[in-house]
């Protein structure tokens, strides 16, 4: 299997005790590739992105990530896994307050010891901030920001460390056009120059066209 | 700084609000215990350097701390005089050296100590300027008597009326400062030493006055008796005691019967101490003879049953701190729950997390261990002393 691709093989979730049941017989997606997840509320598409992402593990099933099956990995490995390889953005978006700007984008680094904070991290992270229109904001704290600016600092600090894919759930969901527009553009463009696969869970029907393809969830 | 420190700092510095009262609280509690103890350790100390240096003390029947308190601290006196035939009756047996001190007056809230000069040299009281008292009416100020009342040598100093009904004659009195001692850290330091027949001038015992036998002075006669001549109140008393009137003062009474408040006596050898502790300590003697550092001891130990009375206390409200700020940081990290969230799903560890958090707890408590040693150092810079516990 080739870095950077998603692969989903007879994945079948449900929470201990819980009556909710998601099952995925097969989703692939290829390196480059952007695939938008929909379906009604509660169908399942916040419990796919963080079963990819290595957050939940499936009861049966296979989910293979960049090249590395996350059901056959410990605790660990897929911890390190996803601060090496998956970029992640959340619509409960969590910035935090006591650290500005740039340091929230750096976090990665100074939380998972396999990513080393160096000189080309930061130009990095400065070079994000710039793409995104942030560039005269780096030392600001996110208590000074507006909710588009915040939700770009978190697509920064998603895309920071280089990741082989980017998983996203809805991250546009509180944003005006204009800031929903650069969040997604800054997304699909990392993806197309990066050849990293792109999966956003999204309500938002204008979007859709936007990606390559759609999934729709408990259809 | 490494990456954990750094987050758990920056966190620190953005709650400052928070983190000054955790580390406000914190620090006071652990202060209390450790500042009790060194207060109480040197307040022990101070007490017994000074009771260790006095070997015993004579003063009237009664309560052998006051004694203690009053010829030690010079706090106000509380007993009954004992004659001025006592200090001579000491000095007479040929068994030590006697001291009298008479402290019933002031200078603006600073004791006037009526002794001798062996006094000064049993104190080992050293001058930083001026001279010892040499004639009636001269004081030396202690280091801290001086500051207060912003006198030095050249300076007068009038004793305060001992109250205001006092109308027995004991009228303020103007003492030139001949000296200031250099500061000891003690009771000396607040006092006015005089002269012990100058005390007796302050209490009315003796006076000064015009001569009423002199030609001219007739109008301040009142009576002229065989052997005597009784002046009127128009008669003027000096308040000041100069090279000029110092022979018109002179004594009413026998100079014997005179008060004194306590006697310093300083055996020539043990077995002098031991003679003298048994002679005045028989029944119906009349005076008490106390040593100073027993007398002390059973002080001593008395505050200790109340230091540890209240580092008790403190110990309840440590317990009451403690669960207060581990429940701060309880709900803080309840509060903190999706923050700590994001860092999980970012990939850090969960030890890494916690890393974090203990880092926080560690500051804090570093901090507040700081300050508490920051106060504890201050206290015992300051020194008991300061605290008023052995001030004058």
New interface residues.
């Given amino acids: 299997m080739e870095s950077g691709v998603i692969d989903v093989q007879g994945l079948d979730f449900g929470y201990p005790g819980g009556e909710f049941r998601l099952r995925l017989d097969e989703f692939r997606v290829a390196a480059g590739e952007s695939v938008a997840v929909t379906g009604a509320s509660g169908c399942g598409k916040t419990t796919l992105v963080h079963l990819l992402?290595g957050?939940l593990e499936p009861r049966r099933g296979r989910v293979a990530v960049a090249g590395l099956d996350m059901t056959s990995l410990a605790d660990?490995d897929r911890?390190?896994l996803?601060?090496?390889r998956i970029g992640?953005v959340?619509q409960?978006l969590?910035l935090?307050?006591?650290?500005d700007v740039l340091?929230n984008v750096l976090?990665?680094?100074?939380?998972?010891?396999?990513?080393e904070?160096d000189a080309d991290a930061r130009s990095r992270a400065l070079e994000l901030l710039a793409r995104v229109g942030l560039e005269d904001k780096v030392r600001r704290?996110p208590g000074r920001l507006s909710q588009g600016e915040r939700q770009r600092v978190a697509v920064c600090?998603a895309l920071v460390t280089r990741p082989a894919v980017v998983l996203g759930d809805e991250p546009t969901g509180n944003l005006d056009p204009r800031n929903r527009d650069q969040v997604i553009d800054a997304l699909l463009g990392y993806g197309r120059e990066n050849d990293a696969p792109v999966v956003i869970v999204t309500h938002d029907h204008e979007l859709l066209e936007r990606f390559d393809r759609v999934l729709e969830v408990g259809a | 700084m490494s990456?954990v420190l750094?987050?758990a700092w920056?966190?620190i510095?953005?709650?400052r609000g928070k983190t000054v009262v955790l580390v406000a609280s914190i620090g006071l509690i652990l202060f209390l215990p450790a500042g009790l103890q060194v207060v109480a350790r040197q307040g022990a100390q101070a007490l017994r350097a000074r009771a260790d240096a006095t070997p015993l003390l004579l003063g009237a029947p009664g309560s052998a701390v006051d004694l203690t308190l009053a010829a030690l601290y010079f706090r106000p006196p509380t007993l009954e005089t004992t004659p001025y035939s006592e200090v001579e009756e000491v000095a007479a047996s040929g068994l030590a050296q006697a001291i009298p001190l008479h402290l019933r007056y002031e200078a603006r809230g600073q004791r006037i100590v009526g002794t001798t000069p062996e006094y000064l040299e049993f104190r080992r009281l050293e001058l930083a300027a001026g001279r010892r008292f040499a004639l009636l009416g001269e004081c030396v100020l202690g280091a801290e008597a001086a500051r207060a009342l912003g006198a030095t040598v050249g300076a007068h100093v009038l004793s305060s009326p001992a109250g205001a009904f006092d109308v027995a004659g004991s009228f303020p009195l103007e003492m030139p400062v001949v000296g200031v001692l250099a500061p000891t850290g003690t009771a000396d330091d607040e006092a006015v030493l005089v002269d012990l027949k100058t005390a007796w001038v302050i209490a009315g015992l003796a006076h000064g006055h015009q001569d009423v036998t002199a030609p001219g002075a007739e109008s301040g006669i009142l009576e002229r008796r065989e052997d005597e001549v009784v002046a009127n109140a128009s008669v003027l008393s000096y308040t000041r005691i100069t090279p000029e009137n110092l022979d018109s003062f002179h004594f009413h009474g026998d100079p014997d019967t005179f008060p004194v408040d306590a006697v310093v006596v300083v055996p020539h050898d043990r077995k002098s101490g031991v003679v003298l502790r048994g002679r005045y300590g028989e029944p119906g003697a009349g005076v008490q003879m106390v040593v100073p550092r027993a007398v002390v001891d059973d002080l001593v130990a008395t505050l200790f049953s109340v230091k540890n009375a209240i580092l008790a206390v403190s110990l309840g409200l440590g317990l009451a701190t403690a669960a207060t700020a581990v429940l701060v940081f309880v709900l803080s990290i309840r509060l903190r729950r999706?923050?700590l969230?994001?860092?999980?799903?970012?990939?850090?560890?969960r030890q890494?997390?916690r890393a974090v958090l203990a880092t926080e707890v560690l500051l804090v408590v570093s901090a507040a261990g700081l300050l508490a040693a920051g106060l504890t150092l201050l206290i015992s810079r300051l020194g008991a002393s300061a605290l008023g516990l052995l001030g004058a």
């Fill in positions: 992402a957050i660990e911890r390190d996803r601060a090496l992640l959340f409960e969590e935090l307050d006591y650290l340091d976090l990665p680094y100074r939380l998972t010891p396999v990513l904070l704290p600090r | 990456d750094y987050l920056r966190y510095r953005f709650n999706r923050e969230v994001t860092m999980r799903r970012i990939g850090a560890s890494r997390v």
